[in-house]
């Protein structure tokens, strides 16, 4: 018999390609074109990334996400450098110590309720400065939107690199869903990167409708002058780059990134909502984006796993996380509202 394939709310990552990614990919596979980047593909996306993130904007494709954001580290820092970040950062918790292991510098946690740094929650690693015996602090690392589907505010985001820059430090930005926290601030992409003071940006658009590839965009100038050896010394330099350039440039055409990105945080809202009516179940943080947390119970969140998978997220109180998709339908959400409401009683 053949499984059964649902829409669930495991992750933004087990989501489709959008078929208007698919036909770019096909129509890049035509004759012949320089490898490596050195394509028309790859020039065509570089510019729609300098277009909205501004002229400065040096744009290194990688495959994954997890390169993306150890290499822009590695740009930044020295192994006897450390880099301050949330605990539930993807850099602490969903890297398998890849930093550590690249950069061989530390990663500095710090507790937050909501995922979001604050300069007086970082302030506790700001110290040890030109002491030999202490590592270094040199990058503020936060996530937009967060692991916690929270998003950061402009004047937020500006507060974290005035107080990084004031110490002689970076602020990166891991931009894996980027595109949904734009939508939820109803602003462009430069307004909260380039303009807030943001130095280098993991962008992602995996988690949004394509199918692979990540862009390091290092928005200050002088900062990329030998990632070039750095990306291919990490494994990351794609020979036919214009396969990942190409998506690029349908997610960007007519604004393809958005609608994807509108949908679903919409589908994140109406999911917040039709949970919010059922005793027993406690939604734990704001939903700004594609992500829903919520308190269930252990025995039944089990239960409606087994026919729609998603993951826990703190077990300790039987919290969990639910994502929508660019793809998720309102059926989805009322079906698997449906069965909860069942295992509920």
């Not at 940006?201 to 390091?216: H, I, P, R, Y």
């Not at 330099?237 to 679903?264: C, P, T, V």
Request: aromatic letters at 10%; charged letters at 25%.
């Amino acid at each position: 018999m053949d499984k059964i394939f649902r829409r669930g709310f495991a992750s933004d990552n087990n989501a489709g390609v959008h078929p208007l990614i698919i036909r770019e990919i096909a129509s890049a596979n035509k004759g012949h074109e320089v490898g490596y980047g050195a394509d028309s593909y790859t020039d065509d996306a570089v510019e729609l990334f300098r277009q909205h993130l501004g002229d400065d904007a040096e744009v290194f494709f990688v495959f994954t996400g997890t390169a993306a954001n150890v290499l822009s580290l590695t740009a930044l820092m020295r192994s006897w450098n450390s880099v301050v970040a949330a605990s539930t950062a993807h850099l602490e918790q969903d890297e398998c110590g890849a930093p550590e292991k690249y950069t061989g510098c530390k990663v500095l946690t710090v507790d937050t309720p909501d995922g979001k740094l604050t300069p007086a929650l970082a302030r506790r690693h700001m110290h040890g400065f030109g002491f030999e015996h202490h590592s270094q602090p040199k990058v503020i690392s936060i996530t937009q939107s967060t692991e916690m589907g929270t998003v950061y505010t402009v004047d937020e985001i500006r507060a974290l690199a005035d107080y990084a820059h004031g110490n002689g430090m970076y602020l990166h930005m891991d931009g894996a869903r980027i595109s949904n926290a734009a939508v939820s601030l109803d602003l462009p992409f430069r307004s909260f990167t380039t303009d807030a003071g943001v130095d280098v940006l993991s962008f992602g658009g995996t988690k949004n409708g394509m199918m692979f590839g990540e862009a390091v965009c290092f928005l200050r100038r002088g900062l990329s002058d030998d990632f070039r050896y750095m990306r291919k010394q990490g494994m990351q330099l794609a020979s036919k780059m214009r396969f990942i350039s190409a998506q690029y440039r349908a997610w960007f055409r007519d604004g393809l990134w958005n609608e994807m990105a509108l949908h679903s945080n919409s589908m994140a809202k109406l999911l917040e909502a039709r949970l919010s009516e059922i005793k027993g179940v406690t939604i734990t943080q704001k939903v700004e984006s594609n992500g829903v947390f919520v308190i269930i119970p252990h025995d039944v969140a089990e239960r409606v796993r087994q026919k729609y998978f998603f993951y826990p997220w703190n077990e300790a109180i039987s919290e969990y996380r639910l994502m929508t998709s660019w793809d998720t339908e309102t059926g989805d959400i009322e079906e698997f509202v449906r069965l909860l409401r069942s295992e509920l009683k």
